[in-house]
């Protein structure tokens, strides 16, 4: 008799993230939070050492895999709003009574919780500017707003100096500054031959979501800020030059993965040589070529997979001869820029106003009854109040999980580090042993981010340190009820009707994938002879008779390529506008798979809330399909400059079935 199965709710609570050890960061973890504290201390500052290693913690965070480039904006931004919040947050404490102080934390929050919808990064930055906040507002202390906000970003800047200066285990000797770049670039080499392995199998729809998967982390970690335009050392052009010749391998794969047919072994053997080439910063030497059919014999010319494999074929000749030059050109990264109108579309929109609300009612209502409780004594005698807001900032964050799991985890995991802090201060000595128990959790910050539940209990421990550090007493009791009172009125706030649909967050999301989608769709489909405008897009007409068009008819503008050469050898001159096309493909898979993280989240959530997006998965899915052939069809008319019925029907079939779903697809500008 097979056991019930756990609610998703439930079974979310207990499901952790895996992989290796991040060594690294937890050797960063450890030279920062405790060697801060002692540094403070040593030096007369407690208070300023006990901020310096505040921020280091929340710095340690936001401290994930990636380049070093990547990591400046990552740990950066969130450090810059952590030090604004400091600094508000501690001339409002001295300013405000109890009623305005509230006020000012629920327009606070509704701000933060607006920008937060924009992406992660930004996310990041608002967690930190309303905890800054709470911790400005709560900690007494004679030091000034901008000397609290200099302790904070000294913090935060010697974890990212050590983030910058310190090589990573398995870095090539000499040269190891972007080694993050080189291993997320060779993680797509290896994602692409494992879907040309998977191809025609059970797991090729699992293996394509890996490939987008490891195309975005390394956009992300070639994306990093830089004082020039363009990539300025030979190095880390020949990795982005590396980073452009997977793209049209990617796509190939694609189009062989949307075939559905099995590729022989020695196609991926290419891909994985270019992968180790790239890890060890070598040359690619000699690659095995698939076995293609000649474009001159027209057995199968109407299956899918040839034009497919000949794609794979000419994008492996390509990359070598990227991987053969000595340096990469000056080039920019072949992504969509979000524009200020994107950004302010997120956040003024329906999921920027739903978290914005929700996170306004939580911090504002958590401030005003943790005041409440201050006020009448029922603390004690220690005077931090903080701890009531700052978990329910934590809380009510989604990119931690769903709901009901970050209430369960929060409140567990405040239990355990509470329990643990108890029994290990009455052991340890002071304060030698609080500078090691710093240290130590500082250290378990890397790894314990896999799961909520751990990241609190280390948070916990790290936190009560802290203060029996700076001269409080042991609060371990206080902490817990405080914790219960936050997660209560999350749950309550989370279950609360706000205007407009429920469910905005997923809803916005998946709207913005399948926009993208049909920007995409519209760019490959659309008549060679008019140019894009800045969406990408070209057609004059409906995707869906545009699909027809192309099957029934052979636009003069558009070749099929002769015999022997490359997809696009036989285009006519200036037509070859595939970096616009890869960038729309790019920004299509991205944004479908940020809306299928969002959807699988609100799946987890209690029924009550779940209901209001359930559908949204076959929407995501119908769009996926239509982005995957949308991809078939582009490598097909480079190589045949017409489309196969399957092709046409597959096309109609996703956008006849997403109107049904109640997403249209828009009609393509001229």
């Given at each position: 008799?097979?056991?019930?199965?756990?609610?998703?709710?439930?079974?979310?609570?207990?499901?952790?993230?895996?992989?290796?050890?991040?060594?690294?960061?937890?050797?960063?973890?450890?030279?920062?939070?405790?060697?801060?504290?002692?540094?403070?201390?040593?030096?007369?500052?407690?208070?300023?050492?006990?901020?310096?290693?505040?921020?280091?913690?929340?710095?340690?965070?936001?401290?994930?895999?990636?380049?070093?480039?990547?990591?400046?904006?990552?740990?950066?931004?969130?450090?810059?709003?952590?030090?604004?919040?400091?600094?508000?947050?501690?001339?409002?404490?001295?300013?405000?009574?109890?009623?305005?102080?509230?006020?000012?934390?629920?327009?606070?929050?509704?701000?933060?919780?607006?920008?937060?919808?924009?992406?992660?990064?930004?996310?990041?930055?608002?967690?930190?500017?309303?905890?800054?906040?709470?911790?400005?507002?709560?900690?007494?202390?004679?030091?000034?707003?901008?000397?609290?906000?200099?302790?904070?970003l000294a913090g935060a800047g010697w974890l990212m100096l050590l983030r910058l200066a310190l090589p990573s285990p398995g870095s090539p000797a000499g040269d190891f500054r972007f080694d993050g770049e080189r291993a997320a670039v060779a993680d797509v080499y290896d994602a692409i031959a494992a879907l040309l392995d998977a191809a025609g199998g059970p797991h090729a729809t699992a293996r394509r979501a890996a490939l987008t998967a490891a195309l975005d982390h390394a956009q992300d970690a070639l994306d990093g800020p830089r004082l020039r335009r363009h990539a300025s050392s030979a190095a880390e052009r020949r990795l982005h030059a590396q980073y452009a010749a997977a793209l049209?391998?990617?796509?190939?794969?694609?189009?062989?993965?949307?075939?559905?047919?099995?590729?022989?072994?020695?196609?991926?053997?290419?891909?994985?040589?270019?992968?180790?080439?790239?890890?060890?910063?070598?040359?690619?030497?000699?690659?095995?070529?698939?076995?293609?059919?000649?474009?001159?014999?027209?057995?199968?010319?109407?299956?899918?997979?040839?034009?497919?494999?000949?794609?794979?074929?000419?994008?492996?000749?390509?990359?070598?001869?990227?991987?053969?030059?000595?340096?990469?050109?000056?080039?920019?990264?072949?992504?969509?820029?979000?524009?200020?109108?994107?950004?302010?579309?997120?956040?003024?929109?329906?999921?920027?106003?739903?978290?914005?609300?929700?996170?306004?009612?939580?911090?504002?209502?958590?401030?005003?009854?943790?005041?409440?409780?201050?006020?009448?004594?029922?603390?004690?005698?220690?005077?931090?109040?903080?701890?009531?807001?700052?978990?329910?900032?934590?809380?009510?964050?989604?990119?931690?999980?769903?709901?009901?799991?970050?209430?369960?985890?929060?409140?567990?995991?405040?239990?355990?580090?509470?329990?643990?802090?108890?029994?290990?201060?009455?052991?340890?000595?002071?304060?030698?042993?609080?500078?090691?128990?710093?240290?130590?959790?500082?250290?378990?910050?890397?790894?314990?981010?896999?799961?909520?539940?751990?990241?609190?209990?280390?948070?916990?421990?790290?936190?009560?340190?802290?203060?029996?550090?700076?001269?409080?007493?042991?609060?371990?009791?206080?902490?817990?009820?405080?914790?219960?009172?936050?997660?209560?009125?999350?749950?309550?706030?989370?279950?609360?009707?706000?205007?407009?649909?429920?469910?905005?967050?997923?809803?916005?999301?998946?709207?913005?994938?399948?926009?993208?989608?049909?920007?995409?769709?519209?760019?490959?489909?659309?008549?060679?002879?008019?140019?894009?405008?800045?969406?990408?897009?070209?057609?004059?007409?409906?995707?869906?008779?545009?699909?027809?068009?192309?099957?029934?008819?052979?636009?003069?503008?558009?070749?099929?390529?002769?015999?022997?050469?490359?997809?696009?050898?036989?285009?006519?001159?200036?037509?070859?506008?595939?970096?616009?096309?890869?960038?729309?493909?790019?920004?299509?898979?991205?944004t479908l798979a940020e809306a299928r993280t969002a959807i699988a989240l609100a799946a987890a959530e209690l029924p009550a809330l779940a209901r209001h997006t359930e559908g949204t998965d076959a929407v995501a899915e119908v769009l996926e399909r239509l982005v995957d052939t949308t991809t078939a069809c582009a490598v097909h008319l480079d190589d045949t400059g017409r489309l196969t019925p399957r092709h046409v029907r597959q096309l109609r079939a996703a956008l006849t079935e997403l109107e049904l779903q109640g997403m249209r697809a828009p009609a393509p500008a001229a």
């Open positions: 008799m097979s056991r019930p199965a756990a609610p998703p709710w439930l079974a979310h609570a207990f499901r952790a993230q895996r992989g290796p050890v991040p060594w690294s960061a937890v050797t960063r973890g450890a030279f920062a939070a405790g060697p801060l504290l002692l540094a403070g201390v040593l030096g007369g500052r407690t208070s300023f050492g006990v901020l310096a290693a505040v921020a280091a913690m929340l710095a340690g965070i936001n401290d994930r895999p990636g380049s070093r480039r990547a990591s400046v904006k990552r740990l950066g931004v969130p450090a810059l709003a952590g030090a604004l919040g400091l600094l508000v947050g501690t001339y409002a404490g001295q300013g405000m009574t109890a009623v305005p102080l509230a006020l000012a934390f629920t327009g606070l929050g509704l701000v933060a919780g607006g920008v937060s919808a924009v992406g992660p990064v930004a996310s990041a930055a608002g967690t930190q500017l309303l905890v800054a906040v709470a911790f400005g507002a709560g900690m007494p202390g004679a030091e000034s707003g901008w000397q609290r906000a200099l302790a904070f049209p391998l990617a796509e190939a794969a694609t189009a062989l993965f949307w075939a559905g047919e099995p590729v022989a072994a020695r196609a991926s053997e290419g891909p994985r040589r270019l992968a180790a080439a790239v890890r060890g910063d070598t040359a690619a030497g000699p690659l095995p070529a698939p076995r293609v059919p000649r474009a001159g014999l027209h057995l199968r010319a109407a299956a899918p997979v040839t034009p497919a494999l000949r794609a794979l074929d000419d994008a492996l000749l390509r990359a070598a001869q990227a991987f053969d030059r000595a340096e990469g050109a000056h080039h920019r990264l072949i992504a969509r820029r979000r524009s200020v109108r994107d950004v302010a579309r997120a956040v003024f929109g329906a999921g920027g106003r739903e978290y914005g609300l929700r996170v306004a009612l939580c911090f504002g209502g958590s401030a005003a009854i943790a005041q409440m409780l201050h006020h009448t004594r029922w603390y004690g005698h220690h005077q931090h109040w903080y701890w009531l807001p700052v978990t329910a900032v934590f809380l009510v964050k989604p990119d931690l999980g769903p709901l009901a799991s970050r209430v369960l985890c929060r409140a567990a995991g405040t239990v355990l580090g509470a329990l643990v802090f108890a029994g290990l201060a009455a052991l340890l000595p002071r304060p030698a042993g609080l500078f090691l128990l710093v240290a130590v959790c500082g250290a378990l910050v890397p790894v314990a981010v896999r799961h909520f539940a751990a990241l609190t209990a280390v948070i916990t421990v790290l936190v009560l340190a802290l203060v029996m550090v700076g001269g409080e007493p042991q609060a371990s009791v206080s902490r817990i009820g405080e914790t219960l009172l936050a997660c209560a009125l999350v749950l309550v706030v989370g279950h609360l009707p706000v205007p407009g649909r429920r469910g905005g967050a997923v809803k916005a999301r998946l709207a913005t994938a399948g926009t993208a989608a049909h920007a995409y769709l519209a760019h490959v489909l659309g008549d060679p002879g008019h140019t894009a405008d800045g969406a990408g897009r070209r057609a004059p007409g409906g995707s869906v008779d545009l699909a027809g068009r192309w099957a029934q008819e052979e636009p003069a503008g558009r070749a099929a390529r002769p015999a022997g050469d490359g997809p696009m050898s036989g285009a006519p001159a200036g037509w070859d506008d595939r970096p616009e096309r890869w960038a729309l493909r790019r920004e299509a898979y991205r």
